[in-house]
Each structure stands twice: as structure tokens, then as C-alpha cells.
């Protein structure tokens, strides 16, 4: 997905001329990395609003048009405000064709609906990961990855070492040995309520009648 956002350089700074910016309906934020020395930049709010509610624009390389010049660069911070759905304040780093970056990216779960464990068995799905931390070079970097989960049976668990990555992006996590779970198929409390009643019932059942002498 092209997402491209456009800035200019923010030549006034501090807390006063912050305010005075986000009152004019802009962003104060920062571009920073890529051996260059970072710039302090604003953006629209609007503009950059509609953009950064979709979550492509959490995990993608974004193409920063700063005052005519475009570059490459990755979200890596920002700022709401505490009562309003307003960003206050944004931070991107540039991004280099030949190094590798660490980027959170979502988890697609699919095919939930056609696993034993849950067509069969009557399970739910409980998802332990909802991002994960991928390394690889910038052009490689996926919006998100996809988990499936149609062959998983009651009680089962899914780990990072079982998704399968597009060419060239590995788990941060699994590079350092950890191979963390990320969702798992368990039986509903309910449905082990009703096979505990059943199973008294039947117990009930087979139990010898009392006799009358007694």
C-alpha cells in the first residue's frame, strides 16, 4: 500500500509555538536517522488523520514529501491527546535500502472458522499475539502477517516457528530463541460445565436404588 504524507520544516519550536500549531489545525512532530540530522517538521491534522487510522500506515514504509524532497521513513512514536481522538505530536525515522529495520507488524488470523477444534470440537479461538516484532530490509517489509489456523485441534497451540514469513523477514523474537505462542483453541467454560452435569446425570442413573427396608 502507497501511503504518502506531506510535511513541511517547522521552523519555530517549544511549547508555546506546539499550541499555537495544533490550534491552526496542524502537527508538530520530527524526522530523524538515516545519518542525517533531524528535522523538526509539521503536518496537517486532517490530512495525516485519515491516513494514520489505517493500520497499514502503523507497519508500512511511508514516503515523507518534506517541502518538495521525498524520502522513505518509518512511524516510530506519537502522541494522543488525553480526551480528544487528536494526535498532538509524531515522530518517523528514515529508512535505508540496505539495512535491516525492526518493525512491529500485525497478525491476520485466518481460516478460524474451518479448524477441527472449532468446527469439530466446539473450541474458541484465543489469540495470545496480536503483533509481532519482524526484522528484514525495507522493501521486504509486509503489512502484516498472516497466521493460519485451520488445521489446529482442541487444546492446541500455534507458535511463532509455525507461521510461515515472506522471503527475507524473520520474528525478532524467534532469532533470539524465544518462540513465544500466538493463539490457541480451548474448550469453553460452558461446554465443560454441560459435560460435567451429564456425566453426574448418568452417574445418577447407574446408581442402585435405595430399598425400602432402608
Known amino acids: 500500500m502507497h501511503i504518502e504524507i506531506t510535511a513541511k520544516k517547522r521552523e519555530n ?5 506546539s499550541r499555537r500549531l495544533r490550534r491552526a489545525g496542524n502537527i508538530p ?8 540530522d533531524a528535522v523538526a517538521i509539521e503536518l496537517n491534522h486532517k490530512d ?3 491516513k494514520f487510522r489505517h493500520e497499514a ?3 508500512s514504509i511511508l514516503n515523507l514529501n518534506l517541502d518538495g524532497t521525498k524520502e522513505q521513513v518509518l512511524l516510530r512514536d506519537y502522541q494522543m491527546h488525553h480526551v480528544r481522538t487528536e494526535i498532538t505530536h509524531i515522530d518517523f525515522q528514515r529508512v535505508s535500502s540496505t539495512e535491516k529495520i525492526h518493525v512491529k507488524v500485525p497478525l491476520h488470523f ?3 472458522e474451518i479448524a ?3 468446527k469439530l470440537g466446539g473450541g474458541i479461538i484465543t489469540h495470545i499475539l496480536t503483533e509481532a516484532d519482524v526484522s528484514c530490509l525495507a522493501k521486504d517489509l509486509p503489512e502484516y502477517v498472516e497466521v493460519d489456523l485451520s488445521s489446529m485441534e482442541l487444546g492446541q497451540t ?11 523477514v524473520e520474528f525478532v523474537k524467534l532469532v533470539h530463541g524465544d518462540d513465544s505462542a500466538i493463539a490457541n483453541v480451548i474448550k469453553p467454560r460452558g461446554m465443560a460445565v454441560e459435560d460435567d452435569s451429564a456425566e453426574a446425570s448418568t452417574a445418577a442413573g447407574d446408581a442402585p436404588a435405595a430399598s425400602a427396608a432402608e
Do not use: C, D, Q
Open 29 to 36: 512532530g520530527i524526522v530523524y536517522g538515516g545519518g542525517k
Open 110 to 112: 485466518v481460516n478460524a
Open 13 to 17: 519550536k517549544g511549547t508555546g509555538a
Open 57 to 59: 500506515f502503523h507497519a
Open 116 to 118: 477441527p477444534g472449532v
Open 158 to 168: 500455534i507458535h511463532l516457528s509455525e507461521v510461515v514469513l515472506p522471503k527475507g
Open 48 to 50: 495525516l488523520f485519515l
